[in-house]
Every structure is written in structure tokens, then in C-alpha cells.
């Protein structure tokens, strides 16, 4: 089993910043693809961003230069930094993570942390 702890989220105004962070702990193998998701209401589950083992990253087009993935290795740790927040970015971000380990290939998520930004 994989468990991912999500923390960061919270209520921001409009151009403001914060910073969510994703833990993996468990029987994790290699970790491959790292990322962020975000679903808000009445809203499909859509793509934020996502960073690979080798840090190759892939952006959503409406958060390209706005938001910043990263992660630490050593810590199972990833990283979404969100810059110049805007109302439209509120909704529930949720962390991803896949992988292989002794029972082959996983993918799990994080219970989801609340974004809101005010206007």
C-alpha cells in the first residue's frame, strides 16, 4: 500500500501565492510520474501538472507560467508552487503518484486539499 499526505491548501486573493506539498510513504518501489490534479465543482477532474523521475514536467496551458512542479526524490516529496492565483484556479488539487513496486504497477491519490481564491 501507497499512502499520500497532501498539506498547503487554504484561502488566498486573487494574485496571491501558496504552495502545495505531497508526501508518499509506504511500499512505493520507484516512484515514476508525479503529479497535480484539481477538480472543481461541477467540474471533470482536469490535468495541473505533472514531473517524472528525471524531472521532465508537463503543464496544464491555463497554469504555463504560473505554476511551478517540482519534486524531492530523497523525500517522495512533490511540490506545486502557484503563483498569481487567480478565482478561476479554486477547486479541490489533488496529488498523484505511479509507480512500480514488488506487486508491479500502482497509481494512488491523495484525499485532495481545498484551493480558494477570492476575488
Known amino acids: 500500500q501507497v499512502q499520500l499526505v497532501e498539506s498547503g491548501g487554504g484561502l488566498v486573493q486573487a494574485g496571491g501565492s501558496l504552495r502545495l506539498s505531497c508526501t508518499a510513504s509506504g511500499r512505493l518501489g520507484s516512484i515514476t510520474t508525479m503529479g497535480w490534479y484539481r477538480q472543481a465543482p461541477g467540474k471533470q477532474r482536469e490535468l495541473v501538472a505533472t514531473i517524472t523521475s528525471i524531472s521532465s514536467t508537463n503543464y496544464a496551458d491555463s497554469v504555463k507560467g504560473r505554476f511551478t512542479i517540482s519534486r524531492d526524490n530523497a523525500k517522495n516529496t512533490m511540490y506545486l508552487q502557484m503563483n498569481s492565483l487567480k478565482p478561476e484556479d479554486t477547486a479541490v488539487y489533488y496529488c498523484?503518484?505511479?509507480?512500480?513496486?514488488?506487486?508491479?504497477?500502482?497509481?494512488?491519490w491523495g484525499q485532495g486539499t481545498q484551493v480558494t481564491v477570492s476575488s
Open positions: 498523484n503518484v505511479r509507480g512500480v513496486g514488488v506487486d508491479g504497477w500502482y497509481g494512488y
